[in-house]
């Protein structure tokens, strides 16, 4: 049997490098997408593939080269790695734009310039990370859960469109995963009356307490939406998680009451 070859993005840190080292390990071969090659004492078990994001030819001649290598991709990992916390009403439009540009468009862009390869060949599958805020959104991280709800929703419509191609596209929905400062974008003007918020979402953001889901976690869900003979459209990274989604979806007004703060 042939060695399944998985493309995975952003494998510089957290969940995409635990998500190439995983499914490395588990047999397949894995080529990490990386904007500037990443040097490291130990040997990564994956191969690095440069790529110049938000250029689409530049996208289509790394496909170009990486089949040329590979000979096809089996499977696509899209994990965006962008947060963006502060009030709407503080984000320039600049802001905006470079956000959905990082978290969706770049998306679309990857998998574009892959699909029409693997409905050349009948099969593949496209796995999308997306958030529960997506679903669920959150004060002062509004612009992350916009542009999560457009790839969920994305998703699911692109995968309706691929029916009888034998190209799966699917969601694993993660918990919050712990980041660090310098990968979290603040606004470039603030409004004093969203300090407060700002503050208390961004302390809660960088903490790590047992509400976060952990890198290994959501590898091992990206791993299961893989190997699965039949694809969930949406996998959950946690039972909590799964039943938060769907009664969120089912009854809004009574989740929002029932996970309100109480003082």
Known sequence: MAEKVIVVTNVWSGPGLAAAILLSRCGFKVFGMVDDYVSTTEELPFTQIQLKRGDTKAVRDTVAAL???AGYVDALVNISETYTIGALEE???EQTNRHFADSFFD?????YAIIPFMRARG???VINIVSPFGTSPAPYMGMYAASHAALESWSQSLNRELEGTGVQVTAVMRGLIRRVDNEIRLPERTLRRYDLGSATTLAAVASGTERWVGDE???EAIERAITDRKPKTIYHTSFELSVFSTAHRVAPRLC???FKPRS
Not at 107 to 111: D, G, K, M, S
């Open 67 to 69: 089949l040329d290598v």
């Open 91 to 93: 984000l320039s439009d």
């Open 107 to 111: 998306v679309l862009r990857l998998t």
């Open 123 to 125: 099969m593949g599958r």
């Open 217 to 219: 976690i959501l590898a």
């Open 256 to 258: 929002r009451f029932l």
